[in-house]
């Protein structure tokens, strides 16, 4: 059925950038939002930037005026731009969305299966 598969992660020098991309297949009802969490080795997985259905964003503030989060409706695809990147970015990044595949159903999270982005400096 629904998958999420992430593209476009490597590895890049600091101040450098990579644009992310997350796109749904399958038969999709609906997508409420979609975002892009990060999770480091030891660290907690952390929300880095959402969109919603009417294009409301929200970044974490690490990454805020670095990177920028767009969508792609007739495609189901979100997108990650990311520039200025620092070492500190360095994670496995994972696409989330909220979706219904059906329009009898309730909203539910769906994950990819995550792309390592990694910063050296």
């Known amino acids: 059925q629904v998958q999420l598969v992430e593209s476009g992660g490597g590895l890049v020098q600091a101040g450098g950038s990579l644009r992310l991309s997350c796109a749904a297949s399958g038969s999709i009802y609906s997508i409420n939002a979609m975002g892009w969490y990060r999770q480091a080795p030891g660290k907690q997985r952390e929300l880095v930037a959402a969109i919603t259905s009417d294009d409301s964003t929200n970044y974490a503030d690490s990454v805020k005026g670095r990177f920028t989060i767009s969508r792609d409706n007739a495609k189901n695809t979100v997108y990650l731009q990311m520039n200025s990147l620092k070492p500190e970015d360095t994670a496995v990044y994972y696409c989330?969305?909220?979706?219904?595949?059906?329009?009898?159903?309730?909203?539910?999270?769906?994950w990819g299966q995550g792309t390592q982005v990694t910063v050296s400096s």
């Open positions: 989330n969305a909220n979706m219904r595949l059906y329009r009898w159903a309730r909203p539910t999270d769906y």
